[in-house]
């Protein structure tokens, strides 16, 4: 399998080839996933450290049970009660991760670049679960898997995007995946919700639902990130349900087969109705957190092996 990345921090530096081997491998997790028998050995005798400087039971228990199904040794520090809250800086805390001697330190924090820096100091192989609101690249790769089973390919496919863009991690990391897979991307939003200049990254730009979903093949929700808004972008929220929230008269413009999306946690009533939430035929909200442990698996297995490489090729 070709994967040539020692880290997992982005998807601006995974190639189209990088994607389907990582996408490939995931749907073979799945299958182990489904069976009687759960776990491999990917991972045995590796340490996998989990980081989060921010609260996500989500994104964290997937990765914890990627890890543990694979055979890694896992460790979740809670960050929250840590010596960063005693003023440890972020340097400091790679040197004491370094003594520790970990193999695979997935991490969150609530700054863009934080999990670069530690990547760059730390001699392990580092996943980013999320960074401020630069990316969240295997969320990005759980949507881009689970589109692939839904619609049997993941290249040339109309994609909507609708909410908060501009505040949104997802939105950026699925950007950049669904951009290189050459698909046709629509971002939809009130003007205050979406960054200008999404022309220059091949995204056509909606204020309206129904333009923006007219036929198009695939609808992403996104959560309202209110904990990352210091002002008035949206005069309510029931103002912000009419007009963006996703209710059956508006997914009627889209394709009959258009299926639903959302990252999760979904405010229901605000950004989605419960009942397009919940259809079996449309949404594909619960098979995205399926995807999201095979993806995990998939993504550290990739990097163990050339982590294994190097170490071998040093010695």
Known sequence: MAFTQDHLLGIEKLGPDDITTLLDLADDYVALN????????????????????????????????????????????????????????????????????????????PHSGAVDLLAQKVNCAVLNAGDGRHEHPTQALLDALTI????????????????????????????????KMENRLRLIGPPTLVPSGMEEFGCEVYEDMEDGLR???????????????????IPSEREYYHRYGLDAEKLAFAKDDAIVMHPGP????????????????????????EMGVAVRMAAMDLLARNLRARRAAAA
Do not use: Y
């Open 34 to 109: 489904r069976s009687d028998n759960k776990h491999g050995d990917a991972l045995q005798g590796l340490t996998q450290v989990n980081m989060f400087f921010e609260n996500s039971t989500r994104t964290q228990s997937s990765f914890e049970l990627a890890g543990r199904r694979l055979g890694a040794d896992v460790m979740n520090m809670s960050m929250q009660a840590s010596s960063i809250k005693k003023g440890e800086t972020l340097i400091d805390t790679a040197l004491t991760l370094n003594a520790m001697r970990p193999d695979l330190l997935v991490v969150r924090h």
């Open 266 to 289: 979904m405010n229901r009533g605000v950004e989605i109705d419960g009942t397009i939430a919940d259809d079996i035929n449309r949404s594909v909200i619960q098979e995205q957190v």
């Open 148 to 179: 692939r089973r839904a619609k049997g390919r993941l290249h040339r496919l109309s994609i909507a995007i609708c909410g908060d863009i501009a505040h949104s991690r997802v939105a950026r990391s699925n950007i950049i995946l669904l951009g």
């Open 215 to 233: 036929d198009v093949d695939v609808v992403m929700m996104l959560r309202l990130q209110k904990e990352r808004m210091d002002g008035g972008f």
